[in-house]
T-cell receptor, first 115, second 121 residues
């Protein structure tokens, strides 16, 4: 358990509404990530952060924005949700401490349905 | 560009059989990490193993073993004497060099599409 929580865990919303998903970590890790998981696609990286206010795009960033104002929180925002953004969203952190411990751990996931 | 291929979409075996999940990767980098994750029906992603690109030793953990062959760009996962609790989707993943060299993180992982393993009683 890497001390990662996600909120909400489930959300149903309507097309065109804004949605914000929150990822919270308790262990002060520098790197945080947002992925989406869809059937037949595995997990794909949306955005990641390498420090407070430092973020970058991943493979599927269109339609998403992120913010990180504190080390412990990484927010994913869908400015205007579309049905194609119906997915399971996973937050992750990278634990580092040298070669022996570098690993990516995932939060429990958020299931988002856009009607 | 990096790529991870898990050609087996679904495997079904009877309990106590051995089963091997294949993973083939593509990268131009010489330093990287390879991972396996398990996703049980409850949906969480469980870390199983990380292997660095310079360590080709096979690893065994209980009924699980991993065979990393850099020459064939493969990182296969074998479950010996499978059990019903092994039923899950298994993902293989690849990091970029930043994850290996930075000492502080990676620019995300590239995942395969997963193999759905069904263990029948």
């Amino acid at each position: 358990d890497a001390g990662i929580t996600q909120s909400p865990r489930h959300k149903v919303t309507e097309t065109g509404t804004p949605v914000t998903l929150r990822c919270h970590q308790t262990e002060n890790h520098r790197y945080m990530y947002w992925y989406r998981q869809d059937p037949g696609h595995g997990l794909r990286l949306i955005h990641y952060s390498y420090g407070v206010k430092d973020t970058d795009k991943g493979e599927v960033s269109d339609g998403y924005s992120v913010s990180r104002s504190k080390t412990e929180d990484f927010l994913l925002t869908l400015e205007s949700a579309t049905s194609s953004q119906t997915s399971v969203y996973f937050c992750a952190i990278w634990t580092s401490g040298g070669e022996g411990t570098d690993t990516q751990y995932f939060g429990p996931g958020t299931r988002l349905t856009v009607l | 560009a990096q790529k991870v291929t898990q050609a087996q979409t679904e495997i079904s075996v009877v309990e106590k059989e051995d089963v091997t999940l294949d993973c083939v990767y593509e990268t131009r980098d010489t330093t990287y990490y390879l991972f396996w994750y398990k996703q049980p029906p409850s949906g969480e992603l469980v870390f199983l193993i990380r292997r660095n690109s310079f360590d080709e030793q096979n690893e065994i953990s209980g009924r699980y073993s991993w065979n990393f062959q850099k020459s064939t760009s493969s990182f296969n996962f074998t479950i010996t004497a499978s059990q019903v609790v092994d039923s899950a989707v298994y993902f293989c993943a690849l990091s970029d060099p930043a994850g290996y060299n930075s000492g502080g993180g990676a620019d995300g992982l590239t995942f395969g599409k997963g193999t759905h393993l069904i263990i029948q009683p």
